[in-house]
């Protein structure tokens, strides 16, 4: 049996707006759920503020770490919006105007149109400008690097282009298990499902706030047979009535 | 006039639920509203897998480049809780059992307490260990480095003892202003502001969602005379039927 290759990726979360806590992200969770199903690893999420030099330092290291990044945010047409110069700068190519973005800016503000809102019509020199048949606003995308908008409702939108680019690879399978036991008194038998199967990602989290459960454990991994064995030799080793209740 | 001298921080968020998805982390934030309020600077979130030497190498890169680092999660009993070990590896230091919290962790369980349990008295030797009026349960500090478990509920409860240690400093002052024009038409004013108060953080954030307002847009700084000032030269280039309205 050959290792199999799990595409692997970061998410670039870029905004003051993250850091001072005046917004919550929720675009990192979001491309998190997305990229689960896609079957790509997400290795890291990165939080940092509207600084052109930090952000084109982080793309530059994370592109080169990943097969995917994704930066979400300071894509508008303000003075914090700096993350296009900045995957610019991280590839070494020029910000020039994408002239069929403009014509769309164009249509759209009509007379209204002013040179702040044909800002974003600037693409790092080179970029792929990917469309969908439901997202036709062109997404950016320099290399393995997609430049996400960081409005929540936006972001979301243009997962659909993220998912027709990447592909679908065999998706994560996620199984869980509620018991009443607490860590302590579990710590033996994870340790036991754990050696037995060490390509399955066990997980254990305890709830302080959920009266029905006191630990949820998850089983996960890419062969849905593994999966599935790793959780029912742990099951077995349960005490009487246990678990509570499993998922799915 | 000398430059303010002014604290910074980096959260690391350590564990695999938040990077599959499957739990939407929000110590982050919490952590980045108290150090606001503190007068703290958040200047990185950096979310990474329960992985020992990940977890090593980001803990000893993070406390050499800022005043401040807090980890959460990792720290319970199981296979998958790994910060502990990895926070004594970044300092070069060995993990030790504290009497002091074993005897706690005894003292909860009584006859049924195990060496699983006792795994929560594991700390990097020479650590800090952090106690206030109401929270008796000791807070791992090691260094500059603080080591905050992941549940939400105790994640919070421990901010009282992060507050506690590092103290108040001037916190930032931060103004909103909500409008109906766009990016695009606020543009030149706000690069007039910003190029008048270079010191002050000047932000704009469009929506979506809400019907009541176009962009939001923010004043943040230490000097609270600075970023009136700013907020009000602001004010005073809109047009007439504008703001919509101003927090606070």
Chains 1, 2 share one sequence.
Not at 128 to 134: A, C, G, K, M
């Amino acid at each position: 049996m050959t290792a199999e290759v799990v595409p692997t990726a970061a998410a670039l979360v870029i905004g003051n707006e993250i850091l001072s806590g005046k917004v919550q992200d929720t675009n990192s969770r979001d491309l998190a759920l997305l990229l689960r199903r896609l079957g790509v690893r997400l290795e890291k999420i990165l939080v940092i503020p509207d600084d052109r030099s930090q952000i084109a330092a982080s793309v530059a290291h994370l592109s080169k770490c990943h097969d995917w990044v994704f930066t979400s945010g300071g894509v508008g047409p303000t003075h914090d919006d700096v993350t296009i110069e900045a995957v610019s700068d991280a590839f070494g190519v020029r910000t020039v105007t994408d002239e069929v973005t403009a014509d769309l800016i164009r249509a759209h503000y009509g007379a209204r149109c002013t040179d702040g809102h044909l800002r974003m019509a600037l693409v790092p020199e080179g970029a792929n400008l990917d469309v969908t048949e439901s997202v036709r606003w062109p997404t950016i995308r320099m290399h393995n690097t997609f430049v996400l908008p960081g409005i929540p409702e936006v972001f979301r939108m243009k997962l659909a282009v993220v998912e027709a680019v990447i592909g679908r690879h065999r998706p994560f399978v996620s199984h869980a298990v509620y018991t009443n036991m607490d860590e302590g008194h579990l710590k033996p038998l994870l340790d036991a499902v754990v050696a037995l199967f060490p390509d399955i990602d066990v997980g254990s989290y305890p709830t302080w706030t959920d009266a029905r459960f006191r630990t949820k454990l998850t089983f996960d991994g890419l062969d849905e047979r593994a999966v599935l064995d790793a959780k029912n030799a742990f099951l077995a080793t349960l005490p009487s009535g246990e678990p509570q209740w499993m998922e799915p």
